[in-house]
């Protein structure tokens, strides 16, 4: 009897069993149904889509190496006898130069940042108080993202400098604000930065007094010549022309140095003299490469300012050629009776 109970019992179990496995698959299978059902068109083709890279994964794999062979294989092809690539550029010797450069980041509260939201097609201002409203604040000031585009130009002129034959000594001062925190946002890798030095405290007190000089357009002083001794303060504002003569007057309040480049003696523009901060940078690096104000004025400004070429003598080389060109074409009076006799 006992034992006829014991077999009895062992079936039962195992129907409650496999019941509650067929209940539980039919769970799982419910709720992957239900999941699919949630799932839109474009979700289950990007899960598909997904599947399909991590099954591929071993073929991509395998393909890297081949083409990484066949790479090698011909790299061996193209060489010489004596075992050197002709693949290979020459090196440039890069000679550091002892001038200093200063990016002044101490502009951060007049430059404003584009607001993100639900008001995408607004952005944040300030009333005469200094707090923060949206537009219908009694004062409007509708400013693109500047502090964005100081942080790109920062990064060009970092790159430039990085790549240059006389690379400068590189300072960037007053950093802080809404600068820095575009900079940890957008480009975490600035903390590793090399050949520059970063500075939260203001160039005057980084930098000698006598020692600096700020290069801004407003300046009635013309810089002819470069002075390796001297740190050349560059002013980090992007405001499109909100704060005229800003950078000049605080190069007066300081009581320090100020000048701005021979733009005007070599060039003509069609646009305002005001460069963008790697503008000014990236053509203090070339005069150093070029030894000429005006090859590196043309080497640096951009097609869209209009820059044309102007001689010695203040005259437009442009104008002067066309004249030149037109007095040829025309003959004079005397030969035309000439040959009318």
Excluded at 281 to 298: C, N, P, V
Aim: charged letters at 35%; proline letters at 3%; hydrophobic letters at 30%.
């Amino acid at each position: 009897m006992a034992e006829d109970s014991v077999k009895s019992e062992a079936p039962a179990q195992q129907e409650n069993e496999n019941g509650e496995n067929k209940s539980g698959q039919k769970a799982v299978s419910s709720n992957g149904e239900a999941e699919n059902q949630t799932l839109s068109k474009r979700q289950r083709k990007k899960l598909l889509k997904q599947q399909k890279w991590e099954d591929e994964r071993e073929l991509r794999k395998q393909r890297r190496k081949e083409r990484k062979q066949q790479r090698r294989l011909q790299r061996q092809d193209d060489e010489g006898g004596d075992g050197q690539s002709f693949r290979k550029r020459p090196r440039r010797e890069v000679t550091p130069s002892s001038l200093r450069m200063v990016v002044d980041c101490s502009f951060d509260d007049l430059m404003l940042i584009k607001v993100d939201g639900p008001r995408n097609n607004m952005f944040l201002c300030f009333n005469r108080e200094g707090s923060r409203n949206w537009p219908s604040s009694p004062v409007v000031l509708l400013l693109f993202q500047d502090v964005r585009k100081l942080h790109k130009q920062i990064q060009r002129c970092y790159a430039e400098n990085r790549r240059a034959l006389h690379p400068v000594q590189f300072y960037l001062t007053s950093l802080g604000g809404q600068l820095k925190q575009s900079m940890d946002e957008k480009d975490k890798g600035w903390v590793n930065w090399k050949g520059i030095s970063i500075k939260t405290e203001h160039y005057s007190e980084v930098v000698a007094k006598e020692d600096l000089l700020y290069l801004t357009s407003d300046s009635p002083n013309v810089l002819e010549e470069l002075d390796q001794k001297k740190a050349y303060v560059i002013g980090g504002l992007v405001d499109h022309n909100h704060h005229k003569g800003i950078t000049f007057e605080r190069a007066k309040e300081l009581g320090i140095e100020h000048a701005q480049l021979p733009l005007s003696s070599f060039v003509k523009m069609n646009s305002r003299k005001v460069l963008a901060v790697n503008h000014v940078f990236e053509i203090i690096l070339a005069y150093l490469e070029k030894g000429s104000w005006q090859e590196a004025f043309f080497t640096v400004l951009p097609q869209r300012k209009g820059a044309v070429a102007v001689d010695q003598d203040g005259t437009n080389a442009q104008e002067k050629e066309e004249e030149d060109s037109d007095s040829d074409s025309e003959p004079d009076a005397t030969e035309q009776l000439e040959k009318r006799a």
